[in-house]
């Protein structure tokens, strides 16, 4: 599997964008790279996923290198809900089951 | 919003006894997952499913066991709980891209 490489914290100020770096220099051509979090004492949440193209939803933006080998997670205005342990997973196109391999992740704190 | 139950919430037992964590969608998912998570520590997947009478064992060796007889329902049992035992276990599904998880069960072995 292919692996990826995240800080192990990071901080950032309420109401501030938060950008959340992640390196995946061994992606191949057909993995996804997807984002899911983590709130403290709850499953992990699904953030936002892409291929090869910027991507935008209602949660964040996920920023793609044009080589695919890193990532950004963009959080535009962070609030104190968004304190977290964010994974970012590479995740070959599904031909069966979706086995995600999770790292340590990013764990961000946000201070008020 | 997903609609991905676990119960229980929280269990403390005692060793040697058998359990069951419940797990069930409404969403119709056929895949479904179990992972397992220590205090602090990364998920590993332990179990999955394609769909009904399907199961596999996942990355992580376990001594828990499931089963799929429902599309909607994914027990995991441990026959003789241990001490080594006590974890976080979480449950997913998904169709597509996405996999919706479970709020979890924190399982206490004494």
């Known amino acids: 599997d292919a692996k990826t490489t995240q800080p192990n914290s990071m901080e950032s100020n309420e109401e501030e964008p938060v950008h959340l770096p992640c390196n995946h220099s061994?992606?191949?051509?057909?993995?996804?790279i997807h984002w899911y979090r983590q709130l403290p004492s709850q499953g992990p949440e699904y953030v936002i996923h892409g291929l090869t193209s910027n991507v935008n939803n209602r949660m964040a933006s996920l920023a793609i290198a044009e080589d695919r080998k890193s990532s950004t997670l963009i959080l535009h205005r962070a609030t104190l809900r968004d304190a977290a342990v964010y994974y970012c997973?590479?995740?070959?196109?599904?031909?069966?089951?979706?086995?995600?391999?999770f790292g340590q992740g990013t764990r961000l704190t946000i201070n008020p | 919003e997903a609609d991905i139950y676990q119960t229980p919430r929280y269990l403390v037992i005692g060793t040697g006894k058998k359990i069951t964590l419940e797990c069930s969608q409404t969403?119709?998912?056929?895949?479904m997952y179990w992972y397992q998570q220590d205090p602090g520590m990364e998920l590993h997947l332990i179990h999955y499913?394609?769909?009904?009478?399907?199961?596999e064992k996942g990355d992580l060796s376990s001594e828990s066991t499931v089963s799929r007889i429902r599309t909607e329902h994914f027990p995991l049992t441990l026959e003789s709980a241990r001490p080594s035992h006590t974890s976080q276990y979480l449950c997913a599904s998904n169709r597509g891209q996405t996999q919706y998880f479970g709020p979890g069960t924190r399982l206490l072995v004494l």
């Open positions: 969403m119709g998912h056929d895949k």
């Open positions: 499913s394609y769909g009904v009478n399907s199961t």
């Open positions: 061994t992606i191949s051509g057909t993995d996804y």
């Open positions: 997973i590479l995740s070959p196109l599904i031909q069966g089951a979706q086995k995600l391999v």
